[in-house]
């Protein structure tokens, strides 16, 4: 594949995996030293395009042990032979507990968000009888991501935000919020997982305020975002067949709609989800927040 400079994203991640796959799937020889020709160069042009910002341990453990070969300016034009690259992977296995760290820490950091967002979703459930369940994946065209870094998320997750907190437009009678970023494994793409409440006695259909949701992301963006959204009514259908309906009208009498609107708050901060961390951060960008619970 052929990486544009500017995708940033899709980059990123694919550097992450790589070092990974060093350290704990074995990889070696010229499968790695083709792997590393590949990415190399084009990231080391985005590297030198882009301002000040926090890569992943995995990341950083490259750029540090490539250092020792081609010194600290890291010209973008190297050409990793089979003796380099060999160096360079013993270099990279004195990282591993490092990036070892790097999981068990964000493991529990989701764990202290998980219980964080569980009581305040516990008090946004409990203070009205009926809450509607908004449960939305903010993203980006296929087409797009190449073209977007994440000061580009970072500004229109701020933008987003802004309006939440005001509750303007689409927002109006929310009564919770949360939100969590990520980086898809595959793709690489950012995104965004976001649920809200709104008060159920002032906005009824789910499908319609999802889709203003996803339409008011697409505003913020420029028209370079998209969503996914499972309001839907075959959807839902399924999911209450299966008995798994947490999205939607929750009554807060109903014990299992309950149970189900808390499983899909606990997507945002499944700690199973490590490889969908963010391998590329502003400095103090937070990566998870939800509102202040105030009572009714």
């Not at 980059?11 to 704990?24: A, G, I, M, R």
């Not at 202290?112 to 993203?139: A, D």
């Not at 005001?166 to 929310?174: D, G, I, M, P, T």
């Not at 649920?195 to 006695?201: A, F, G, R």
Request: aromatic share 14%.
């Amino acid at each position: 594949m052929l990486y544009p400079f500017t995708d940033q994203s899709r980059l990123t991640s694919d550097v992450d995996k790589l070092v990974k796959n060093v350290l704990f799937k074995n990889l070696r020889g010229k499968r790695f030293q083709d792997q590393l020709n590949k990415l190399y160069r084009p990231f080391m042009s985005m590297y030198y395009s882009q301002g000040y910002v926090n890569y992943s341990q995995s990341i950083n453990a490259l750029m540090d042990s490539a250092i020792i070969f081609i010194g600290a300016v890291h010209p973008c034009d190297v050409i990793w032979d089979y003796e380099m690259t060999q160096k360079l992977i013993t270099e990279l296995l004195s990282y591993e507990d490092q990036i070892r760290r790097e999981r068990y820490d964000w493991i529990y950091q989701e764990k202290q968000n998980k219980e964080s967002l569980g009581l305040y979703f516990k008090n946004l459930i409990e203070n009205r009888s009926r809450v509607l369940v908004i449960f939305i994946e903010l993203k980006y065209l296929k087409d797009q991501r190449q073209n977007l870094s994440i000061f580009d998320f970072y500004n229109h997750m701020k933008k987003l935000r802004k309006l939440i907190s005001k509750k303007s437009s689409c927002f109006e009678h929310l009564t919770g919020y949360a939100w969590a970023l990520e980086q898809g494994y595959k793709n690489g793409g950012f995104h965004c997982h976001l649920i809200l409440t709104y008060d159920n006695s002032q906005t009824y259909s789910d499908w319609h305020k999802a889709k203003t949701i996803g339409e008011k992301w697409q505003e913020v963006t420029d028209g370079v975002g998209t969503y996914h959204s499972s309001h839907d009514a075959e959807t839902k259908r399924k999911f209450a067949i299966d008995g798994k309906l947490g999205i939607g009208r929750i009554r807060r009498d109903n014990p299992q709609e309950v149970e189900n609107a808390f499983t899909v708050a606990g997507y945002l901060t499944k700690s199973d989800k490590y490889d969908q961390k963010l391998k590329v951060w502003l400095p103090k960008m937070q990566t998870f927040g939800h509102g202040e619970f105030k009572e009714k």
